[in-house]
């Protein structure tokens, strides 16, 4: 209210809002175009468990685990040391229930509403990303909530009903002080559900939206729904994830996010979808872009370097080289803590 008792509700343009980019140190540094693999520009996956006192080694992933809310500062703090800038956090339940609405998702139980305000307290320089979806809470495992159409009986994903409770679960995470919200559920209209939500409670420019956005149904997410417990239980995500064959929607996804808000874009997985990247970067000049290099990617060339294959360090560089060339900044890789040391 101001003085004459008249409500102020200005609402800027999605597209024009923007202080959520630049409201951090680290994303600042995303802001300059990056061609080269650097400190700042790298994001590591952490999986966050409701144990207790547990690490939990992920046999999909050799080199990577499961940390319980308790044991995540001690086990992160030589990362940190070692100049890591980024994480993003996904919540894996062992113990609590899953059901229809995902509504542990965003309860008080779940470990990355508990890991944040951690986080925060401890590493006060860090930049706090976390995924945004349900696949990891629903009974089902898809990232979506279900309805049965009452004259058909068909049941299916409802848009609208998932991003209402997408939106839902982001601003819990918000409230808790996350500082980029990373939606990986590829419903359309959640990056303008969430924007919207965060504006209400005037959150606007102080939390970040990165959206997956040109994300392919792919086969190099296997490992990962191992370790997020989280691969759906019938069915596939061909629905509302990306056909790998497809050349139109992967920029229709994009321009969608960017329309609807969207900070930062992200092209996942990295390495089959170069194309995509730089198709990205030439069409969205101004935005900063990530790639996720999955699980599958990681889990291939570790592998691959364990069988004798090549050489790991020169293996992982060439591929992160490969993603600064076709336009990207920003890279989500499971590969951070190797090469902190390297850099
Ligand atoms: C959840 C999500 C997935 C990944 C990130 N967030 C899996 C999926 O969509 O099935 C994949 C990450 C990886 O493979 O490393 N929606
Ligand atoms: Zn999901």
Not at 18 to 34: D, I, K
Not at 90 to 113: E, R
Request: glycine share 6%; with cysteine.
């Amino acid at each position: 209210m101001n003085s004459s008792g008249d409500t102020f509700n200005y609402e800027v343009d999605a597209t024009h809002k923007l202080h959520s980019g630049l409201f951090h140190p680290v994303l600042r540094a995303w802001q300059t175009r990056c061609t080269k693999p650097c400190k700042e520009n790298l994001i590591y996956p952490i999986f966050v468990t409701d144990s207790e006192n547990q690490v939990e080694e992920i046999g999909s992933l050799p080199g990577q685990k499961r940390y319980s809310v308790d044991r995540l500062v001690e086990s992160l703090k030589p990362l940190i040391d070692k100049g890591l800038k980024s994480v993003i956090l996904f919540g894996v339940i062992n113990t609590l229930p899953k059901n229809d609405d995902a509504s542990n998702a965003d309860s008080p139980q779940n470990p990355v509403v508990r890991a944040i305000p951690l986080l925060r307290k401890e590493f006060p320089h860090l930049l706090i990303c976390c995924d945004v979806c349900l696949c990891a809470y629903t009974s089902h495992g898809h990232c979506g909530i279900f309805t049965t159409d009452p004259s058909s009986e068909e049941t299916f994903i409802d848009n609208q009903l998932s991003i209402q409770r997408l939106s839902q679960v982001a601003l819990k995470y918000a409230q808790s002080g996350v500082h980029v919200l990373a939606p990986s559920d590829m419903m359309d209209g959640r990056v303008g559900a969430i924007k919207s939500i965060l504006s209400k409670h005037n959150l606007s420019s102080r939390v970040s939206v990165m959206a997956y956005s040109a994300k392919f149904a792919s086969s190099f997410y296997g490992p990962f729904r191992d370790a997020a417990k989280s691969a759906p239980s019938f069915g596939d995500r061909s629905t509302y994830q990306l056909p790998c064959t497809s050349s139109g929607l992967p920029l229709r996804a994009l321009q969608r996010d960017v329309n609807e808000g969207a900070d930062i874009i992200m092209i996942k997985p990295g390495m089959p979808y170069l194309d995509v990247i730089r198709s990205a970067r030439d069409r969205f000049p101004d935005y900063p872009i990530s790639v996720y290099q999955v699980s599958g990617e990681y889990a291939m060339i570790m592998h691959a370097a364990n069988a004798g294959t090549f050489d790991l360090i020169k293996a992982v560089f060439e591929s992160l080289y490969s993603f600064h060339r076709a336009g990207a900044d920003v890279i989500i890789t499971y590969f951070a803590p190797f090469l902190l040391d390297k850099l």
